[in-house]
Every structure is written in C-alpha cells, then in structure tokens.
C-alpha cells in the first residue's frame, strides 16, 4: 500500500478556520503561521452552495499581485486524501499551484484560475510569433501588453524579451539574465513550433527539441520559482503545413507541431503549471498567416483575443 505523501499547503483564507478544516478533513491539521511575499488579497463573491455551507461566507478571498505586498496566513501540512479535498473544496475561480514562501519554502496555493487576470508585472519570451514578426503592431504580445498596462498604469507592467527564431532551450538559456531587474510576478513562456522544426541537412549532434521539452520546462519553472514569479506556458498556433514550405533550412510538419503541443500539456497538467492553447484560433485559417507560419496583423489580434479570454 502506497503511503500518502505530506504536502504544505499556504491558506490565507477560510481553510485556516478550524471548523471548516473538521468538515473538510475529519479533524484539524498541523498549522504554523507563514507568509507570501508580492501578494495582496481581494474579495471574491462565492456562488457554489456547498462551499458557503462549509465556510459559513458567502465572500471569500483571492489572490493579487503587487510588488512589495505580503499577505500573512499559515501552512497547512495534509495528506494525499486532505489535499484533495481541499481541491474540491475550492471553486472553479482557484487553481493549485506551487509559490515561493517569505522563510524560502515553496507551498501549495489557491491562486486564480486565470493566470493574467491577477498578475502586475510580467515577462514574455519565446520566438519570432511572441515577437510579433509580420505585424508592424508587435503582435498579440503588445496587444496584451497595451490592455494590460491600461488597466493599471501605476503598477502593471509588460516586458517582451521574445527573440525571432529561440527554441525553449535558447530561452532557458537567456531568460535567467533578464528576470532581476524586471521583477516578473509571471512569466510567459511562448512555445513556438521552432522546437518541432526539422533541419533539411541533418547534422550529426542534431539535438531534437521535442526529447528534451520536459526537462527544458522543469528548468523553466524552477527559474521562475527563484524568482518568486507564476510559470504561464502559451503552446504553439495552428501550421499550415501547404504553405510552409523550407524555411531558412528548416522543415515545419503539422504532425511535428501537434506533438509539441501535446508534450507541454502533459508536462504542465502533470506539473501544476498554467498552459494556455493557441492552437484552435487560426485552425484551418490560412489567409491569416503571412507564410504558413507567421500570423498576419489580423491573426495576431484572433490569438490575442483568444488568450485574453483564457487568461485574463
């Protein structure tokens, strides 16, 4: 028989109520105060009947990023069975995911379901698509980047260090660099499909991108959590395989992008991270992509469209 696992989970909320860990749980958990550094809270209305029944609150919290913020709570220390049912005792407005604590300590936590809506200060990277080639409006990344800032000018704030033609390696490689003076709070990785490209004339030491996606994630998301900073992974957008062509000794297949794609979204469920799907926007759209690959002014405003309305 497999022994459950401990688990820290961070609660800032109506989980550190004894009475609502009782029902939960069928008794109360080893608790210590914490707190989470580059967070406040806001309230968020509840609807679901069970969770008010439990709680005892029809008004609970969610939350919020913002530089310099702590919000004080405590770690809740459950197994396996307890963990669970505090995931289905959160509404669909929460998500688990792992943060960094103000002792070190990285824990579980309940932050918003949509990974945009509560971030402040974020940093984009990835290829020539995230860097918005073929669009003189910067594509869906200065799409985002306007919206964002305009909601809060003081305190949001958008840099896209996207680079035409990285890889997720070459972004694993760069992004470390550039994160201290930014103080991302989220980090958006744009997974182009530069990672399932074929190369015409295969070299030798030729290292296929699409063997090594886990462990260029993994990578990924422990530098974000260093950083204290929200891991958000943006998969590839639709080929038109017709039109691709040989690109600058490249070959771009659309069984080679789906498999890409299929490698982020088992690596992120697996692991807790946010991945948002770009694939579906442009399907079958080819008058919106300039050359089978890049998408034209119009198609970046459908992606940013689409990501808005799943993340933000």
């Known amino acids: 028989m497999t022994e459950s696992r401990p688990h820290t989970l961070f609660s800032f909320g109506t989980l550190q109520d004894e009475q609502v860990q009782t029902a939960l749980f069928g008794r109360t958990v080893p608790t210590a105060a914490a707190s989470l550094v580059g967070y ?26 913002r530089f310099g913020a702590t919000v004080e709570g405590s770690v809740l220390h459950l197994s396996d069975r307890e963990l669970a049912a505090a995931d289905a005792y959160e509404v669909d407005d929460y998500t688990r995911r792992r943060v960094l604590l103000a002792s070190g300590e990285t824990a579980w936590a ?20 995230a860097y918005g080639r073929c ?20 305190e949001h704030r958008v840099f896209n260090v996207a680079i035409p033609g990285s890889t997720l390696t070459d972004v694993r490689e760069q992004i470390p660099a550039l994160l201290a003076p930014r103080h991302p709070d989220t980090i958006v990785i744009a997974a182009g499909i530069n990672d399932s490209a074929q190369p015409l004339a295969m070299p030798e030491d030729h290292r296929d991108g699409l063997a090594h996606i886990a462990d260029t994630l993994t990578s990924l998301a422990a530098t974000a959590q260093s950083h204290n900073a929200r891991l958000v992974v943006v998969g590839p957008a639709w080929v038109d395989e017709a039109r691709t062509h040989d690109y600058e ?16 979204q088992t690596w992120c469920v697996g692991n807790h991270v946010d991945y948002l799907d770009m694939w579906e926007p442009l399907r079958d759209k080819t008058e919106l992509l300039v050359d089978g690959i890049h998408p034209t002014p119009e198609g970046h405003e459908v992606l940013h469209r689409h990501l808005n309305a799943l993340s933000s």
């Open 40 to 65: 406040t809270t806001k309230p968020l209305v509840i609807v679901d009947e069970s969770v008010i029944a439990t709680s005892g609150q029809d008004v609970h919290l969610t939350l919020e990023r």
């Open 110 to 129: 309940y932050l918003d379901a949509k990974p945009l809506r509560s971030a402040a200060r974020i940093v984009i990277a990835g290829d020539s698509i």
């Open 135 to 154: 669009d003189p409006q910067g594509g869906w990344a200065a799409r985002l980047a306007a919206a964002h800032i305009a909601a809060n000018e003081i």
């Open 249 to 264: 000794g490249l070959r771009f297949t659309q069984a080679r992008a789906l498999a890409l794609r299929e490698a982020l």
